[in-house]
């Protein structure tokens, strides 16, 4: 897979791949992550890559031509399947997203900054938009960070063990179970029987019951939507 996050900030993605799963899935060839600086597409001396809203207001809105610029520079190259925007009115990301994402050859992700970008650059540019939640970043960068390491660590590969990623929390629209190591007692607070047991069916039993019921518990709105967990009206029935 290759993605290529544009931004005006690059040094805010220095270090978010530097590190862990998305450092060993780089070194091995597995991804490549081109973090690419919005200002060489900038056409005046001043490198400038934003200016004044139309009809005034406070804060800087992105222009389209460095973006447009910088787009199709890198269409020249490779063929993508999305260009996404980060953007907290953009569709909320979530596990079922990534696990798509995850089966994409190339990607674009554009990182807004200050007030967003011209309004053009969403309309003839971008494929799709996504919110990281319901809050407002100083930028895209972070966002886009959050959204590439969820997508990188579910690449075919990237995950020593391959079956990891599917006990994940939200992959069957329910939250991980409790997991306990080394020592079993720790000033009397002890590790479950069962998890000692070595008995793998009871165990399995157990964890997928934990499961449901912390989801009970912590995201109700989950169950709802899992149309495999008995008694549970799917989304669309409700
Ligand atoms: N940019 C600013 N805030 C954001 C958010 N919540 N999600 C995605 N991109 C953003």
């Not at 990534?98 to 969403?122: P, T």
């Not at 990188?152 to 599917?166: C, H, K, M, Y």
Request: aromatic share 6%; charged share 25%; glycine share 8%.
């Amino acid at each position: 897979m290759h993605i290529d996050i544009i931004t005006c900030l690059p040094k805010l993605l220095e270090s978010p791949f530097s590190d862990s799963i998305v450092k060993r899935a780089i070194a091995k060839g597995l991804v490549k992550i081109n973090v690419i600086d919005l200002r060489a597409y900038a056409t005046d001396r001043h490198r400038s890559v934003d200016d004044y809203a139309y009809g005034g207001g406070a804060g800087m809105v992105l222009m389209v031509e460095p973006i447009d610029r910088c787009i199709s520079d890198l269409k020249s190259r490779r063929t993508y399947d999305e260009v996404i925007y980060m953007s907290p009115d953009g569709e909320p990301f979530r596990q079922s997203l990534a696990n798509a994402l995850s089966l994409k050859q190339n990607l674009i992700i554009l990182c807004g900054h200050y007030k967003g970008v011209d309004e053009r650059v969403r309309e003839h540019l971008v494929t799709r938009e996504i919110s990281i939640g319901d809050y407002v970043l100083s930028g895209g960068e972070l966002a886009a960070a959050v959204v590439t390491d969820a997508i990188v660590r579910l690449i075919p590969g990237v995950l020593s063990d391959e079956t990891s990623a599917l006990s994940d929390s939200f992959q069957d629209n329910l939250v991980a179970p409790p997991v306990y190591t080394r020592p079993a007692d720790y000033k009397g607070w002890k590790v479950p029987d069962v998890l000692l047991s070595g008995h793998e069916a009871k165990i399995e039993a157990w964890r997928h019951e934990m499961a449901l019921e912390r989801t009970r518990q912590r995201r109700p709105g989950l169950l709802a939507d899992n149309p495999d967990e008995p008694g549970n009206i799917p989304a669309g029935e409700r």
